[in-house]
Structure formats: structure tokens, C-alpha cells
């Protein structure tokens, strides 16, 4: 157990199971961390996730998703600030204080028009994110999503939006396969002391098979995992640390087989 | 004429046409610049090649491609960079003096030494070169391609190999596609002034269909192609500009319409 003390289940790893399957195979496989995705609570519905949560003896590391601030006019930016508010609501009662931001996509060809929505939706969230203890966590993606998931594409960019606040108000999320190929990792992962409040992993496989469901398992790729997590662990982050696997063909086999290689996978490649 | 005097027809953008084809549709279509690629000159042969581009009244506006430097053993690089000396012979003898510069993906896990050896490659490059008077064009891929591709993937990675030798002998190839997510990336335009030897346009189309054959014509995605386009042109750069599409669906259809079509977008989004 002590060699899993910081594993966390993300969600997305077993994205065929519900989340009262995926809180079942945690606690079958005696991991002591889960990271749900809104949708999967909103199925099983809140009250019920935090009950089986709770029941199961799990904690939640973070909850994924808020963001998606851009959008062309303002009031469906404010749709998406009342949205980012349940998203607090959410996580505060599920128990965790790290909402994942993904930031979100271009409403046009405007790349910096949208950043500073991204900025403006972030300053809008801040107070009542800290009403609820909750922190933002904000996850710069790769670049290749810059177009339909998030402009925020670069640690940079990530910890100069997260510096306007104060570190328990709003941090950085480090996910290995967004970030490994840039040539400033390890001075932005240092910049990011005392602001990271979360540590994702997956792998970068060769060739990727699918844009958005296209990652791999820690060990299969050429990400060098270990001395990003090493990186992080300098900075002082000790928190859970996240298996976050898009990938259609993982999706396919049983989810106690990937949560069991998860684990081994872990030992040896994290 | 005067409309299209700097448009050149990257051959991947009719991948489907041999290079006696597209130098044939270039003259077709008056297009007055052409780009080849290496294994289709290879198939047409050198002499037969230069003979045939001059003789449609052609520009050559860059060779396609050099680089790919980093490999395991001492042995395998070297003979890399005798590759790259064919590649330099094969564009002076074209009469470009540009040879664009992949530079190569990771041999390992570990891409700081990978980004090392592309930096050895071009010092052994660059005194050969010079003797034939081909300067190296350093094109900057997406970060999505540094593991199969090229592990120097912004603008600032290739700025900074550039920068260690005159701009005469070693430079920067912009394409929009590669670059367009970057938030430094008017900065790093601006940097390279004096130092651009090619600027590429294609766009970025949601979602992507494919991660190597993905790229759209001009005017069907969210890069905001002119604006890119006017950075360039103020740093003093009014060489060709290159239409540069990997599409598999475009592959699919007649070349001249591909041509006329790409014409079109040039003069209403370049």
C-alpha cells in the first residue's frame, strides 16, 4: 500500500466504466485515489459519487473539468462563469479543493482575444472559487489542442496567468504528455514552486494513433516520466499523482486489467 | 502574373503528381515558383530535373529537405550528415539556395542530447554548405511532431541554432502551421530579422483529420495566415512563399484543381 499511497485513478483511464464502477475497481485494486469527471458525476448523480466516494474509503485528488472560457459573445461567456461555479460546487462537495482547468478553445481566429477571455474568466471564478476552498488548477495542454480545447499551451502561459494570484487561489497542473517536448519544462516546473497542484501521467507513444485518444501507458512512449515527477517533487509537491490515459484501445479491454497494469506500470515507469 | 510573382507550389501540396508533373502544372497554371522534394528528384534524376525546371521558365524556391540528425551511434549519425552534403549538392545544382532543415527526432528518451546532436549536425553542415553557397533553412516543426520528426519545435529553439553562425549561412523556414499556437511567436518573427529564408502557409482545420496528412488550404481553418504573413514581410522578407499542404484528400483530387483552387486562397487568406 505504501507504494501507492499517491496513485490516483483519473477517470478518463477507465472511461467505460461509470463512476460507480471506477470507485469499485479502486477500491478492488486498493488504490486510495480517484479523479472524476463531471459528466461520470453527473450521471450517478452528486450526492450519490460523494456518498460511494466516501463509503469506498477513497479520496479525490481533483475534479476534472472547469474552463472553456472563450465563446463569441459575452453572454455565453457568462453561461460558462455559472457553469465554472457549479464545477466549484462540485468539487468542494466531492471533498477535493483542485478543480482542473481547461482553459478552452478559440471562438475565432483571434489567438490572444481568446487568452484574455481565458484571463477574464479566471478573474471572474477566483472569488468564489476561495468562498468554497477550492483552488484552480489551471492544465496548459499541448498545442496541438490549441485550436479546440485550449490556448493556454505552454507552462508559461499557465504560470503567468496563475501569478496574478495568490498560490492557494489558483495553481498549475503538470500532465507529462502535454508538456514533455518543451524546451523550458524544467525552468517553468521550477517557476511553478509552491503553485503545483497537480502531477499527471501518461506516455507519448510512437506513432500516435489518434489526436485525441491517442495516449499511451507509462513505459510505452518516450517521455522521460521520471525525472519530470523528480522536477515536481523538487518544487515541493508531494500530492497524488495522476494516471490520465486517453486511449480508445485501453478503453477496450477490461478495466481491472488496466487498472492492475496501471499499478505495475507505476512502480517501474513513474 | 504580378498577383502570384511570389507563390510557390510546395510538391507535397500534389503529392500525387510526379515532379516532371508538377513542374508541368506550375507552367499550366503560371505559377512561377516550385519546391521539390528530395525522393521525387531522386525519381525524375538531378540533370533531367534541373533541365526540366528550367525549361518551364521555373524558380526554385527551396530544396525539401535536410536534417534529420540525431540518431544512436556515431557511426549512423555521420552517416547523416553525409546525407545532408547530397541534399546541399542537389540544391545548389537545382539553383536554390535554400535547403529547408527537418532536423530530426528522438533516438531515445532523452531529448535534450537529441536536441545536442542537431546542433552538431548543422556545425558540420555549415562550412560545406557555404562552399556550394546553400544556406540551411532551420524550420521549426509542431510540437506534436518532436517525437517522430523533429525535436526543435518553436521558433525560439531555431532562432537560437540560427543565431550561432551568420545569416548568410544558417536561417529560419516559418510555416504558419507549425507556429501558429505559439504565444511568442511575433516576438521570435521579429528576432529572426535579417535571418528568415522561407515562409510556408497551409492552415490548421478542426478537427484534424490526420496527425500527418491533417493540413487545410488556406482560408478553411483558424490561423490567421496575413497577419502572420505582414510579421514576416516586416522583418524585410519578400522571398517566395510556399504552399506546403500534407491532405490526403486534396492528394485525392486532380492536381490542377488543387493548383487553381490553392491560387484562389493565396490572393482572398495569404
Redesign the interface.
Known sequence: MEDFKRLSLNQMTTEQWSLREAIEGCARAEVPWIAPWRHKVEELGLSTSKRLIKDAGLKVSSLCRGGMFPAVTASERQKRIDDNKRAVEEAAELGTDVLVMVCGS?P????QSA?QMVADGIAQLVPFAKSYGVKLGIEPL???Y???RSVV??L??ANTLAEAYQPNQVGIVVDVFHV????DLYNQIHRATGRILGFHVCD?I???PD?LKGRGMMGD????ISRIRQAVEKTGYNGPIEVEIFNEQIWNQPGDETVCQMKERYLTHV
Chains 1, 2 share one sequence.
Open positions: 478559440l475565432d481566429r483571434d489567438i487568452r499541448h498545442p496541438m490549441a485550436a479546440d499551451v505552454t508559461d502561459l514533455w517536448w518543451d524546451p507519448w510512437i506513432p500516435v489526436m512512449g518516450v517521455i522521460e
